[in-house]
């Protein structure tokens, strides 16, 4: 018999691996249902939906491997990068999906959301002031108008799997909705500024560079406290803090 894997465990959702198997138990049927929505309409590689019994969805494993890992240096090539952004491109030039989404959906609402955060962080003793100051600076690049498309919402460097230059799998879905393109650009690359240029190789024109690295803070800014709170280490080498301390 396979041994059970715990993926990702916090008090909203788990991931267990059994075998080629991953089993998602959520807490919101709604990821669940933006998740098997999504895979049946993006023009890229995804799991196989292998059944659904609330709250439980199982999906078949992809093959290849992580085009990296936060907080490690990524041992894929710059043309698996390239690879990544092209198949990033197609999702993006996709017809919208009929569904919001649950990321912010406009600039007011953005900065209204990050400006409260940066007051929680610092009141809490989570990230110094100067810090949490500066990056709320460069992160007003990244709220201005945008025309959304349809994006994967939490498109991190592990949820992108290869087989040597050709991507075999995107996977977790459950944040997929309409957003700023951009932001899909900034979370696969955050942690590995090394290889935006790659992403953009083959993702194509039309990106400002400077405003996916505004991306890199508020994303960060938004998401430290989340992290501390179920049980993650922000701090960790390479990962949300010292992608903030870049940018002083």
Same mark, same amino acid.
């Given at each position: ?16 691996? !059994? ?11 709604? #990821? ?48 698996? +990068? ?7 491109? #197609? ?7 009929? +569904?919001?989404? #649950? ?63 050709? !991507?075999?799998?995107?996977?977790? +879905? ?49 998401? !430290? ?21 870049? #940018?002083?």
């Amino acid at each position: 018999m396979d041994e059970v894997a715990v993926v990702v465990a916090h008090s909203e959702r788990a991931t267990l691996r !059994v075998g080629d198997v991953f089993l998602k138990v959520d807490t919101d049927q709604a #990821r669940i249902d933006a998740e098997v929505a999504a895979i049946a309409l993006v023009p890229v590689p995804t799991p196989e939906v292998l059944w659904r019994r609330p709250p439980v969805l199982a999906l078949a494993a992809v093959p290849g491997r992580a085009l990296g890992r936060l907080g490690e240096p990524s041992a894929a090539s710059p043309a698996a +990068w390239a690879a990544a952004g092209a198949a990033v491109r #197609r999702l993006h030039e996709a017809p919208l999906p009929p +569904w919001h989404g #649950r990321r912010r959906r406009d600039p007011a609402e953005l900065a209204a959301e990050l400006d409260g955060e940066c007051e929680l962080l610092v009141a809490n003793g989570i990230l110094p002031a100067d810090l949490v100051t500066r990056n709320r600076q460069v992160a007003e690049a990244a709220i201005r108008p945008w025309t959304p498309v349809f994006t994967h919402g939490d498109l991190q460097v592990e949820h992108v799997f290869v087989d040597g230059d050709e !991507v075999t799998g995107i996977i977790d +879905w459950s944040e997929a909705g309409r957003g700023d393109a951009l932001f899909d650009l900034a979370t696969l690359t955050l942690g590995h500024e090394e290889h935006l240029a790659d992403v953009l190789a083959g993702y194509g024109t039309g990106v400002d560079a400077d405003v996916v690295r505004a991306w890199w803070s508020l994303r960060c800014l938004l998401g !430290v406290r989340w992290l501390v709170e179920h049980g993650f280490d922000p701090s960790a080498p390479g990962c949300e803090v010292d992608v903030l301390k870049a #940018r002083m």
